[in-house]
T-cell receptor, first 113, second 115 residues
């Protein structure tokens, strides 16, 4: 029962470097999300996808791009990392229906120096 | 736009006492409400969700939540706290009235259960 798996778990980047965070789910869920968690601010939605080949902006999309080429995978890209992107990133997925709960990955702790 | 407020950054409760973690929400349509728990260095775990028509919802680990439509609240409760309940708790809402998909989270409440 893997559920939602995030890769990598930790990463340190230098300002200006790029990287991609991978999220994989094995529950055949249509909906997938990327959130960032910062102290005292809860979780904020970066981008989301309502199905394979679709993406949409969330609350804090600037500086990030996403792709959903396969239903089970949702990639989050940082083209030019900035210290303000130091955060813990969580991926989540859910099935159909407005009252379905989201399942979360274990998180990726990213530090930009 | 949807929003969630958790007015307490921290709640301290003695072991064995009842606990309440407060949550109020604002949505334009029907509210879809959830509680999650986060232990240190872990992802979020689902606790319970509001089901239309049930004002008292029961969830995992003995937790329950009381939905109050007139007060737009969805407070988390437990009759007898355990030290192992100490964690960070998030209330979240999805707006049935449309707009961007995804859950909107409160800032979280640290629950500390003292032995």
């Amino acid at each position: 029962n893997a559920g939602v798996t995030q890769t990598p778990k930790f990463r340190v980047l230098k300002t200006g470097q790029s990287m991609t965070l991978l999220c994989a789910q094995d529950m055949n869920h249509e909906y997938m999300y990327w959130y960032r968690q910062d102290p005292g601010m809860g979780l904020r939605l970066i981008h989301y996808s309502v199905g394979e080949g679709t993406t949409a902006k969330g609350e804090v999309p600037d500086g990030y791009n996403v792709s959903r080429l396969k239903k089970q995978n949702f990639l989050l890209g940082l083209e030019s990392a900035a210290p303000s992107q130091t955060s813990v990133y969580f991926c989540a997925s859910r099935g159909q229906g407005m009252n379905t709960e989201a399942f979360f990955g274990q998180g990726t702790r990213l530090t930009v120096v | 736009a949807q929003s969630v407020a958790q007015p307490e950054d921290q709640v301290n409760v003695a072991e064995g006492n009842p606990l309440t973690v407060k949550c109020t929400y604002s949505v334009s349509g029907n509210p879809y409400l959830f509680w999650y728990v986060q232990y240190p260095n872990r992802g979020l775990q689902f606790l319970l969700k509001y089901i239309t028509g049930d004002n008292l919802v029961k969830g995992s680990y003995g937790f329950e939540a009381e939905f109050n439509k007139s007060q737009t609240s969805f407070h988390l409760k437990k009759p007898s706290a355990l030290v192992s309940d100490s964690a960070l708790y998030f209330c979240a809402v999805r707006d049935g009235g449309g707009g961007a998909d995804g859950l909107t989270f409160g800032k979280g409440t640290h629950l500390i259960i003292q032995p």
